[in-house]
């Protein structure tokens, strides 16, 4: 596969600890030489693993793509809080440990498990009146940074090590849960305090880091062809988690008019209740579409897949 052909695509990137995702992104964007490229969710600069990065139009299908849960492994320490609750803070409290195992698997069963609300770190991306809530408690300004509900799909304690007191969990989240506030909230029910000190996402939705590509590999990309699809994925699957709808050839230009999809248009339709909308007998995703009274109506047209349709008039 050619270079030119994954210029708008997904790719699974395997993230090394020590860089940011921006840090990523813009290796990427120059190494490719894309001009659009964007992460579907942030990693923290000190953890690693999966990081799904969208090229060309794709950067379209971020929203989408964030929404999907998230599966980590974390180590934290507990005995001792940091002020960013991860091990790039500064030390605020230490205590001794008196905690089991067994006290350890109540307390997460009982109050982290199922619907939660999580209070999101000071230092965070959070905008508060249109700044990051990070850097207002750099400049030494108080923030307030509202509860909000997160699920915690499933917790399972892989270890504890009574010597160092570390403790390494198996978390699968939804979106927009913060696993360093995960730390510094069980630390505060186990009367301890706790940080994390090893994090790595394992797991987007159906897609596992193990599917990924080092940035080495990545580089590579630029300057020779590879028959590897290894990390590469196509818009059609990135969204894999939504419904298809396959539309006749000659019905695609209502889509590109806006106009609404009869079911005479159709000739097959699975899952709900977004549709990725392609032309029969083929994976090229043209559109998302949601269910209508009167038949299917596109709430989001990919021109440039449609575009590339050359039956289209």
């Known amino acids: 596969m050619s270079v030119p052909h994954i210029k708008d695509c997904v790719l699974l990137i395997d993230k090394p600890s020590g860089y940011t995702s921006f840090d990523i992104i813009h290796r990427i964007r120059k190494t490719l030489k894309v001009k659009k490229c964007g992460h579907a969710g942030t990693l923290d600069k000190f953890a690693s693993g999966l990081l799904i990065v969208c090229l060309g139009w794709t950067t379209r299908l971020v929203p989408f793509v964030m929404g999907m849960d998230k599966r980590y492994i974390a180590t934290m320490q507990l005995g001792v809080a940091t002020d960013t609750h991860d091990i790039e ?44 809530s990070s850097d207002r408690v750099r ?40 696993i360093r506030a995960l730390a510094r909230d069980l630390g505060l029910r186990l009367h301890t305090g706790a940080h994390v000190i090893a994090l790595r996402r394992v797991a987007i939705g159906d897609f596992n880091v193990t599917d990924a590509i080092t940035m080495e590999q990545c580089v590579e990309l630029s300057h020779k062809n590879s028959e590897d699809m290894r990390g590469i994925i196509t818009p059609f699957r990135a969204l894999g988690h939504f419904g298809i709808i396959a539309v006749k050839r000659d019905s695609l230009i209502k889509i590109k008019h806006g106009k609404l999809l009869g079911y005479d248009d159709i000739t097959y339709v699975t899952g709900e209740p977004v549709f990725r909308v392609v032309p029969e007998e ?31 008039k």
Request: charge should be neutral.
């Open 139 to 178: 400049k030494g300004e108080l923030v307030a940074i509202a509860p909000r509900p997160v699920h915690i799909h499933k917790i399972t304690v892989l270890d504890f090590d009574t010597a160092c007191s570390q403790l390494t969990l198996d978390i699968t989240c939804s979106k927009g849960t913060y």
């Open 89 to 132: 803070g500064q030390v605020i409290s230490k205590s001794n440990i008196q905690c089991t195992v067994e006290d350890i698997q109540s307390c997460l069963q009982t109050y982290f498990t199922g619907e939660i609300m999580q209070v999101p770190p000071d230092y965070s991306a959070i905008k508060i009146n249109g700044k990051r």
């Open 282 to 312: 083929t994976e090229a995703l043209v559109a998302l579409a949601v269910k209508d009274e009167k038949g299917y109506r596109c709430k989001k047209v990919f021109i440039e897949e449609l575009d590339k349709i050359d039956t289209m």
